[in-house]
C-alpha cells in the first residue's frame, strides 16, 4: 500500500481518509479485498480510531461497504455508481469551464499550459502514476481558476467512483484519448470559447462509456456482478 505523508494539521480521520482513497483509486486496495482497520492503523501509525472513521465516511457514498464483527471489504465496482459520479462531474465541469473562459488570467492560461506539455511528456515517456496526477491536477486547476474550490472538495468525495475506472483505462486501453481532449478543451480556454470548451469537457468526460467494454474484459474480476 502507498503511505502517503501526513500534512501539517491534518487530523488523523483526514488523513486515514486521504491514504484510504488514495490506494482504492490506484487499485493497491483492490476491488472485493477485505482491509483491516487494525493493519492499516499500524502502517500509517494512527489509532483504530480515525481509520474506523474513515471507514464509515467512505461507506456513506458505498465505496466500502462495512459488515459486523466480519470485516471491512472495498466495494466491486459498479457502473451505475460510476454513471452517477460521472453525471455530478459533468454538470460541475461543464459550468466551470464556462466561467474559467471569461475570467482566466494570462498567467493562469501559462500554468494550465505547463500542465498540458507535462502530459505531453508523459504521454511519450509512460508513467500511469504521473498521467493520473496530471489528469486529476488539469481538472483541478479548473476549479481554482474558478475560485470553486468548495464545489471542487464536495464533488471529489463522491467521484472515487469515477477515478477507479479512469485509473484502470490508464492501464487497460491502448489508444489515450484524454490528453487530446485535454489539448482541446485548454484551447477552447485560450480562445475564449465557453461553449465550445463546454462541449468538450462533455465529451471528455463521457470518455469512460467507450472504454468499457476494454476495461470489463481486462479486469473482470473487479466488477459487481450483475443480476
Not at 489509532?47 to 459488515?67: C, D, H, W
Not at 473562459?101 to 506539455?117: A, D, K, V
Not at 481554482?144 to 487497460?172: C, G, P
Not at 487530446?180 to 470518455?207: C, Q, S, W, Y
Amino acid at each position: 500500500m502507498h503511505i502517503a505523508e501526513r500534512l501539517n494539521g491534518e487530523s488523523g480521520r483526514d488523513y486515514a481518509m486521504r491514504v484510504l482513497k488514495d490506494n482504492i483509486i490506484r487499485l493497491e486496495l483492490e476491488p472485493g479485498s477485505i482491509i483491516s482497520d487494525r493493519e492499516l492503523a499500524a502502517e500509517m501509525s494512527l489509532s483504530r480510531t480515525p481509520v474506523r472513521e474513515a471507514f464509515l465516511e467512505l461507506a456513506k457514498v458505498k465505496i466500502v461497504e462495512i459488515y459486523p464483527q466480519r470485516g471491512t471489504m472495498v466495494s466491486f465496482i459498479d457502473y451505475n455508481l460510476v454513471e452517477e459520479a460521472r453525471f455530478i462531474r459533468s454538470v460541475l465541469e461543464v459550468a466551470v469551464v464556462r466561467q474559467v473562459c471569461g475570467q482566466i488570467t494570462p498567467e493562469q492560461l501559462e500554468q494550465l499550459e505547463g500542465n498540458i506539455s507535462l502530459q505531453k511528456f508523459y504521454h511519450q515517456n509512460p508513467s500511469a502514476e504521473k498521467m493520473l496526477e496530471l489528469d486529476n491536477e488539469f481538472h483541478r486547476m479548473l476549479f481554482w481558476i474558478a475560485n470553486k474550490r468548495q464545489a471542487y472538495e464536495m464533488m471529489d468525495r463522491f467521484t472515487i467512483h469515477f477515478d477507479r475506472v479512469r485509473n484502470l483505462a490508464i492501464s487497460a486501453v491502448k489508444e489515450h484519448k484524454w490528453m487530446e481532449e485535454h489539448i482541446r478543451i485548454f484551447e477552447a480556454v485560450r480562445d475564449n470559447d465557453p461553449e465550445l470548451a463546454a462541449g468538450r469537457m462533455e465529451t471528455h468526460l463521457k470518455r469512460y462509456q467507450v472504454d468499457e467494454g476494454t476495461i470489463r474484459q481486462n479486469y473482470p474480476q473487479y466488477f459487481k456482478k450483475q443480476k
